[in-house]
């Protein structure tokens, strides 16, 4: 089983109690971004587009537990930039594990081995790995040579030490379905818990916007990968959000239900879009045009996406929705393999090279300064 049954029970309860005081809004995810700077510089990522002065800001251990408190989330996703540059990243994790928060640490998972000794083995603790894919998929992904062979090292060693371990994957324009089914093979090997993916966004910052996919085209690589799916496959995600990137359900976006709190505040109106800030949670439900985001809003910059920022927490909400949502999650959890012998073609299609308008680039190694922070 990809989450362990405590998980599961806090989240659910945490939704039904929310549903029975009447609350339409509410958060399933925070996303805790303490700081922007990163020793990477994917393509298909803005965040390191910022000014210097910006890369250098970070929040502080108790900036982020007062944002933790006052959102009340069960759950809490730490991105970046890459959270190991903090130097406070160890106080940080602690004190939301001593919250009894389920907290998904993102990261590339470079400096992991230098800095695991910051961390204990948890259940509230998962080290979800940015992964996109086999060796050199992922290696042309993140433009580091070597990228793939260090970010498993790295997993193997806080396996070993009893953490929990999940993979992160973006998805782009242009991705060979069966090394991506092949690159869930070698996961599950190397016996990480469980996998997460999404479609790559349009970020207005990232280097590359060519490469973003469609609506359709989403559904049609999602339909090639997770159909005819291997029993052995575990997914770190809601299996009915799977369902909607495979185009088996249409689901409006629920942008509230994993907000993002960073150095500039609370941001408006998701992860994945920056339409101004809020100094508080409260503020930010209170103030937020929601009607004017998600793909019905008729939004340009909403038009492709399907991210699980945005799309999963619908799901999870029509989970815990009605009976019948509860019964289709657990339909999908039990007998999801999704035979489906027309989605073998999509998997003997030919593909144009993901980056191939990026040559492979060394980026810079971390200085002395960013891997002993």
Not at 46 to 73: N, S, W
Not at 159 to 181: E, H, I, Q, W, Y
Not at 225 to 253: T, V
Request: with cysteine; hydrophobic share 35%.
């Amino acid at each position: 089983m990809a989450v362990p049954i405590s998980q599961m029970w806090t989240v659910a309860t945490y939704v039904i109690r929310q549903k029975l005081k009447g609350r339409k809004q509410y958060p399933l995810v925070l996303m805790l971004e303490p700081l922007f700077r990163c020793n990477l510089a994917c393509a298909g990522c803005g965040k390191i587009q910022y000014p210097a002065h910006v890369l250098k800001m970070q929040l502080t251990p108790e900036e982020c537990f007062r944002a933790v408190d006052e959102c009340g989330a069960p759950a809490v996703s730490i991105p970046g930039g890459e959270p190991l540059l903090h130097p406070q990243i160890g106080e940080i994790v602690e004190g939301l594990v001593a919250r009894k928060k389920y907290i998904y640490l993102c990261t590339n998972a470079l400096l992991l081995k230098q800095k695991i000794d910051l961390f204990k083995p948890s259940k509230y603790l998962t080290f979800s790995v940015h992964m996109d894919g086999q060796r050199e998929h992922h290696d042309f992904s993140v433009c580091l040579e070597g990228g793939y062979e260090k970010a498993r090292e790295g997993m193997k060693e806080a396996l070993d030490r009893g953490f929990r371990v999940t993979t992160n994957t973006t998805l782009f324009d242009g991705a060979d379905p069966k090394s991506v089914r092949a690159f869930f093979d070698e996961m599950m090997d190397l016996g990480v818990e469980g996998m997460m993916l999404s479609p790559g966004y349009s970020y207005e910052k990232a280097p590359d916007q060519s490469h973003f996919l469609g609506r359709a085209r989403t559904r049609r690589l999602f339909r090639g990968i997770l159909s005819n799916r291997k029993a052995s496959w575990h997914f770190n995600m809601s299996p009915l959000f799977l369902e909607f990137l495979m185009g088996k359900r249409d689901y409006p976006c629920t942008p509230w239900g994993m907000p993002t709190f960073n150095v500039f505040g609370w941001q408006k109106p998701c992860y994945l879009l920056q339409d101004g800030y809020a100094d508080t949670f409260a503020e930010l439900l209170a103030t937020t045009e929601w009607e004017k985001y998600g793909t019905e809003s008729g939004n340009p910059k909403c038009a492709n996406c399907m991210v699980h920022s945005g799309y999963e927490a619908s799901a999870v909400n029509d989970t815990f929705g009605s009976l019948q949502g509860l019964w289709h999650t657990a339909k999908a959890t039990l007998f999801g393999k999704y035979d489906d012998p027309s989605a073998l073609h999509l998997l003997d299609e030919p593909v144009r090279p993901v980056h191939a308008f990026n040559p492979l680039v060394q980026i810079e190694s971390p200085s002395a300064e960013e891997t002993t922070a």
